[in-house]
């Protein structure tokens, strides 16, 4: 049952530093979504996917690149770190609508990173 | 204006009774659903619970429910009989439209449970 999986757990960066957040997810999910959590703050969405080789931007995409070439498989790429970008990063799943269920999101368990 | 509207930073409520968590939105969108999610404090998200827009009836799950004043615009989230466990952060979300992957959330209130 590992559902949501997020690789690290933490990570501190350098301003200017590049790096990849991974998100892997073995629920055969169409969509996933990357989200950021600030201090006190709820989540927003930086991009979505709704299948391998589509992805979109959502509400805070500036600095951020994913790619999805794989359904399970939905990397965010950090790159030229600022200060700005220390926040909890939350990936999510969902299957294609299912009613009974209504239109629930799976998450990781997120990453805390900080760029100092 | 804020889409989502949590007015309540903190709650403390004593185990055992009953807890009403407020939310009220905003959206001229005919068609949203609504959502609450639970984040302890080992961080991660939790769902609770779905409300469509067109649904007619209060969405409930376990001790969870959701009151839903579509003219108020409210969606408000009842616990009932707290535990322990129900300590942590609960975020009030919406989607609006079809199709529109976008979740937007609320900035959340922390409930802690009394024993």
């Known amino acids: 049952n590992a559902g949501v999986t997020q690789t690290p757990k933490f990570r501190i960066l350098k301003i200017g530093q590049s790096m990849t957040l991974q998100c892997t997810q073995d629920?055969?999910?169409?969509?996933m979504y990357w989200y950021r959590q600030d201090p006190g703050m709820g989540l927003k969405l930086i991009y979505y996917?709704?299948?391998?080789?589509?992805?979109d931007k959502g509400e805070v995409p500036n600095g951020y690149n994913v790619s999805r070439s794989t359904t399970e498989d939905f990397p965010l790429r950090l790159e030229l770190a600022a200060p700005s970008q220390t926040s909890v990063y939350f990936c999510?799943?969902?299957?294609?609508?299912?009613?009974?269920?209504?239109?629930?999101?799976?998450f990781g368990s997120g990453t805390q990173l900080s760029v100092l | 204006a804020q889409k989502i509207t949590q007015t309540q930073p903190g709650m403390f409520v004593q185990e055992k009774e009953a807890v009403t968590l407020d939310c009220t939105y905003d959206?001229?969108?005919?068609?949203?659903?609504l959502f609450w999610y639970k984040q302890p404090s080992s961080g991660e998200m939790i769902f609770l619970i779905y409300?469509?827009?067109?649904?007619?009836q209060n969405a409930t799950e376990g001790r969870y429910s959701l009151n839903f004043q579509k003219a108020r615009k409210s969606a408000n989230l009842v616990i009932s009989a707290s535990q322990l466990g129900d300590s942590a952060m609960y975020f009030c979300?919406?989607?609006?439209?079809?199709?529109?992957?976008?979740?937007?959330f609320g900035t959340g209130t922390r409930l802690t449970i009394i024993p």
């Open positions: 999510a799943s969902r299957p294609i609508i299912n009613r009974e269920r209504g239109e629930k999101l799976f």
């Open positions: 629920m055969n999910h169409n969509y």
């Open positions: 996917s709704v299948g391998a080789g589509i992805t």
């Open positions: 959206t001229s969108d005919p068609s949203y659903g």
């Open positions: 409300q469509g827009s067109y649904d007619q």
């Open positions: 979300a919406m989607r609006e439209g079809f199709g529109n992957e976008k979740l937007t």
